[in-house]
């Protein structure tokens, strides 16, 4: 029976390879060796790819479709430019888990010849192409989310989101690998392996979403869709300093998605936009809810786009660690010189209190396993596939009863008010800004606290991650005595796992959190605290 799943696994990485274009796979005279760990660099230094292309995947998304709307730039070259890049994206950080290379340039030739016979383009995503992540069901295509089991199981049908952006004009051309069933902080699965760091290999990119922070940090995307139900879109996105927003549930239409845990609600799942290019956020997060997602997905809220005025001088509470986990020394150093760049631009800055970080992070946990593991059972037994060594909390959970989950929301809900009241007891406070994780990027394994994203999940408030221009340095972040003064086992081993001199040169990112429903706020408010960053 254990090889009925690994051979199903090899059959379906050899149709992932086989489907890249034999003119697309990178000669092994100038393809980069395992010793070079920042493939970025590479990407714009080859001649491998054409003038014409660097160009084209370096455009950020916003200008990339006012030259598409107006035919200086056709469809159909740039769907290609993206095409050949994630391709080579696929042969050296293992992102992706399927393509549609001819689909997408089909897709394309179609909208060039419709703006061509009528002047006007599809809609306000003309011939962009979108990435997306695996969960998302694209008719013809699996949507394995990591297990063997669901692997040569196409979707019939097509995801909500998937038809919104196909009417609003985006090009589909390629869907980015997971972690198993998508809980885990890490993009790595019995299927297709573990997806890569572009900017540094022996790194993470993060999980859920990280073969597309993989993509998109490599140039082999410019727009790309992922999910957040503990922090997949935040966590990869600052693995490799990348932009997301983290929306409430129901702003965008999560209907048809397939899911790891299907039918558990306790803590939804959301999706989300994921840029090098923070305009790309916003252009997407528009565009989706100028859609009337509720009119297709019975669980979106009707709340149309809100233009949320400028607000010059924000009060921010500053999160400085959770109680749990110390941030590690490369994000402590970025969140206290973004704070008192925040300050000297006018902002006021308090400290936040984060005694009911713990208590929510625990519920989130007993919420995953509360069904015993079974759903991830169930998946894995069909074809003998293993639990992966990063999921035991689900091998070894024990299923709760409905009434011991029904007092699990009464805790919850209880949490959430507490929340809310201490909100509200910070007189004009709006946003909340702290680390997206304790980690800039760690390396591959080592990714083993999401408590400063998994928070946001359970009170479903908006957030965003970016990148604050800072980064990780040997010399200046260490730490002299690991588990010293820690505060708490996990803390303890957070702080022996560092290794400063594999994380030098990282990208370190901040979260910023608004209240719920506030996804406009939070936008505009990333915005104000770039701008004090030096940020444009």
Wanted: glycine content about 8%; proline content about 6%.
């Amino acid at each position: 029976m254990a090889a009925k799943w690994e051979t199903i696994a090899a059959a379906k990485r050899k149709a992932l390879a086989d489907s890249i274009p034999k003119e697309w796979i990178i000669p092994e005279n100038i393809k980069p060796g395992d010793d070079v760990l920042d493939v970025t660099a590479w990407a714009e230094d080859t001649d491998w790819f054409s003038d014409e292309e660097k160009k084209i995947t370096s455009t950020p998304a916003v200008e990339l479709l006012e030259k598409l709307k107006t035919g200086e730039l056709s469809a159909e070259v740039v769907t290609k430019a993206f095409c050949r890049r994630a391709a080579a994206a696929q042969q050296l950080t293992n992102c992706l888990t399927e393509t549609m290379f001819d689909y997408a340039i089909s897709t394309a030739k179609k909208l060039d010849a419709h703006l061509k016979s009528t002047g006007k383009p599809i809609g306000p995503l003309h011939g962009l192409p979108v990435s997306l992540k695996d969960n998302f069901n694209v008719k013809g295509l699996d949507s394995t989310v990591g297990f063997a089991s669901l692997v040569n199981d196409p979707a019939t049908y097509d995801a909500t989101l998937v038809d919104i952006l196909r009417d609003a004009g985006a090009v589909f051309y390629v869907k980015t690998n997971i972690p198993t069933a998508m809980m885990i902080a890490e993009s790595v699965n019995n299927v297709f392996g573990r997806t890569l760091n572009p900017r540094n290999r022996k790194l993470t990119s993060g999980g859920s979403s990280g073969g597309e922070s993989a993509l998109l940090a490599f140039g082999g995307s410019v727009l790309g869709v992922g999910t957040d139900i503990g922090g997949s879109l935040r966590i990869p996105a600052a693995c490799t300093g990348i932009y997301t927003l983290r929306p409430s549930f129901g702003r965008f239409p999560t209907l048809k998605c397939r899911a790891g845990l299907a039918g558990q609600e306790a803590v939804n799942s959301v999706n989300g936009p994921m840029s090098q290019h923070f305009s790309a956020v916003k252009l997407y997060s528009k565009t989706v809810v100028d859609s009337e997602p509720w009119l297709q997905d019975p669980k979106c809220i009707p709340i149309p786009w809100r233009e949320v005025p400028r607000k010059e001088k924000l009060k921010i509470g500053v999160i400085w660690d959770d109680g749990i986990v110390k941030p590690l020394p490369p994000v402590t150093r970025a969140l206290k010189e973004t704070v008192e760049k925040l300050k000297s631009a006018g902002h006021e800055v308090v400290e936040w209190d984060t005694r009911l970080h713990a208590p929510l992070i625990a519920v989130m946990g007993k919420m995953f396993v509360a069904d015993g593991g079974k759903s991830v059972e169930k998946l894995l037994q069909p074809t003998g596939e293993p639990f992966r060594p990063e999921m035991t909390q689900y091998q070894d959970a024990k299923e709760m009863g409905v009434y011991e989950l029904w007092q699990l929301h009464l805790e919850r809900t209880s949490l959430l008010k507490e929340y809310l009241d201490q909100w509200n007891a910070c007189e004009g406070l709006d946003a909340l800004l702290g680390p997206t994780t304790p980690y800039a990027s760690p390396e591959h394994g080592n990714f083993k606290y999401v408590g400063y994203t998994g928070v946001f999940n359970v009170l479903d408030y908006s957030s965003t991650s970016f990148p604050t221009g800072f980064y990780a340095d040997k010399e200046v972040d260490t730490i002299e005595n690991p588990g010293q003064s820690a505060l708490s086992d996990s803390c303890t081993e957070t702080q022996k796992d560092y290794n400063p001199h594999v994380v030098h040169g990282a990208p370190i990112s901040l979260q910023l959190t608004a209240r719920k429903l506030e996804d406009e706020k939070v936008l505009m408010m990333t915005e104000v605290v770039l701008e004090a960053l030096g940020i444009s």
